[in-house]
């Protein structure tokens, strides 16, 4: 036995699995929801005033004022109002709104409600701005960004959204309507980046692409040897997935259908779990219609995330046909860095018989705590 090429095996297979389930518990904590607070504003051209409402997840608020004053771990509304000054401060210090050097000062806080967004509890604050012109303004925003890196704030402002993060806090929205390459720019982005934050997404192909370098010969899986069989399984899943939440996404957005967010993320959550399972004992080899049925459910998924940016009231099938591109091109990006490894390590033993099944395990446990969180 050569035991150098054992223990250089052993130490890729431990690494490999070790990093699967970092990344996994790791998002097993972001579940489908990555920190992300909400600021949608209006224009009112009579009095030059912004009015609008801040919303903000109650467990990351929780992170800066300290709410459970009983300390039973439950935060009620009345701990959350005996807190308003606090609260009401940190609007003040994390949104402003300036015109040139001139800041747009926040003349109003109003009556605090609460909302849910991805099954999790937001507050949501009323506020006014007050500006001086009814040009173009720069918002800068800076709450949460010095305890969570991670944090990202979708900014609304007369149906033109942004999205700031700590590497980019402040930008300039311009008040006059957007015109189509601007609309198109805006909504790819934004189908880009919430791919990238929709775990639940991203896990499902995952889970999709660890069984399509293999093939199942006698009650077990082997290496497939052909490079063109795997594009071509790939393509068939990629394709079905893209066709299946591309009608779901088109038709939530324009209210064609609609059904509750809470059964759609729930469904979302079986369709990782089964998915996974489905890898350790299969039951079904030919994935292209199943992975079709749930794509359905991820399309209904990335339409609540549209519904959230708001639609272009000038460019409205634009934007929807531009987010949906920009899924897309995220989910190439997945695929291009993902596939290339699977096919390398789909030639060694270790990976049928432990990185792929871990791999799976690993991800039918975050399922399950999500299933557990969305029923």
Not at 37 to 48: F, G, P, R, T, V
Not at 137 to 145: E, H, K
Not at 148 to 170: E, G, M, Q, T, Y
Request: charged share 15%; net charge negative.
């Amino acid at each position: 036995m050569n035991f150098s090429s054992f223990n250089t095996r052993s130490l890729i297979t431990t690494s490999l699995v070790m990093c699967l389930l970092f990344f996994f518990s790791v998002s097993s904590v972001q579940a489908h929801q990555l920190s992300t607070s909400y600021l949608n504003l209006e224009h009112n051209k009579d009095n030059d005033q912004y009015t609008g409402n801040w919303q903000i997840q109650i467990s990351d608020l929780e992170q800066i004022v300290s709410f459970d004053l009983d300390e039973d771990k439950q935060v009620s509304w009345y701990e959350i109002k005996s807190k308003a000054s606090t609260i009401n401060e940190l609007v003040g210090n994390s949104i402003q709104l300036e015109q040139g050097t001139t800041q747009c000062p926040l003349v109003n806080i109003g009556d605090y409600k609460v909302d849910n967004h991805y099954n999790e509890a937001y507050l949501v604050i009323p506020v006014t701005f007050t500006c001086t012109s009814d040009t173009e303004v720069r918002i800068t925003y800076s709450a949460l960004f010095d305890i969570d890196d991670n944090h990202k704030a979708i900014i609304n402002l007369n149906n033109a959204s942004r999205v700031l993060s700590k590497s980019n806090p402040s930008q300039i929205l311009n008040l006059e309507k957007p015109d189509y390459l601007t609309t198109f720019t805006q909504y790819t982005y934004q189908g880009v980046l919430h791919i990238w934050m929709g775990i639940d997404h991203v896990l499902f192909l995952i889970t999709l692409l660890l069984t399509s370098v293999l093939i199942r010969n006698k009650d077990s899986w082997q290496a497939n040897p052909s490079k063109r069989e795997i594009f071509k399984k790939t393509a068939w899943i990629i394709t079905a997935f893209t066709l299946a939440h591309s009608i779901t996404l088109t038709a939530t957005a324009l209210n064609l259908i609609s059904f509750s967010s809470r059964w759609v993320e729930l469904g979302i959550a079986f369709s990782v779990l089964l998915t996974a399972f489905n890898n350790v004992w299969p039951l079904i080899l030919r994935l292209g219609w199943i992975t079709f049925a749930f794509g359905l459910l991820h399309g209904m998924g990335f339409a609540s995330v549209l519904s959230e940016l708001g639609l272009s009231e000038d460019f409205q099938l634009l934007s929807i046909l531009a987010f949906n591109l920009g899924v897309e091109l995220g989910q190439l990006a997945i695929l291009v860095v993902a596939l290339p490894l699977l096919i390398w390590a789909r030639n060694f033993n270790w990976y049928k018989k432990w990185v792929m099944p871990l791999g799976s395990l690993a991800i039918a446990s975050v399922a399950v705590q999500w299933c557990i969180e969305r029923f």
